[in-house]
């Protein structure tokens, strides 16, 4: 099994733009049927699925934030990066990174990150 550590500012100013990486152990992020995601929660919220790119480096992400985000990889650093753009106070949430496998259902969580967007 994969293991996945998100690594970023813990406090970034409005307007400004944020960016993580997800650092992937164990596996490599070119892998068959994998799919590497990026999730939110807000206090107080859900979860928010917020995109992701495929072991072929397809990226979807979410329409809600789709105008604002940015997903890449690096593959000879087996890392996937979130770029967020415009930031408001809104985006403060713990960020994770995930996994999905074959079998369709997120398999790996990397431990979350928490960002703060504050003047």
């Known amino acids: 099994q994969v293991q996945l550590q998100e690594s970023g500012p813990g406090l970034v100013k409005p307007s400004q733009t944020l960016s993580l990486t997800c650092t992937v152990s164990g596996g490599s992020i070119t892998t068959n049927y994998y799919y590497w995601s990026w999730i939110r929660q807000p206090p107080g919220k859900g979860l928010e699925w917020m995109g992701g790119?495929?072991?072929?480096?397809?990226?979807y992400s979410s329409s809600s934030l789709k105008s604002r985000t940015s997903i890449s990889r690096d593959t000879s650093r087996n890392h996937i990066t979130l770029h967020v753009a415009s930031v408001t106070p809104e985006d403060t949430a713990v960020y994770y990174c995930?996994?999905?496998?074959?079998?369709?259902?997120?398999?790996?969580w990397g431990q979350g990150t928490q960002v703060t967007v504050s003047s």
């Open positions: 995930a996994s999905t496998g074959p079998l369709g259902y997120f398999d790996s």
């Open positions: 790119i495929s072991n072929t480096g397809t990226t």
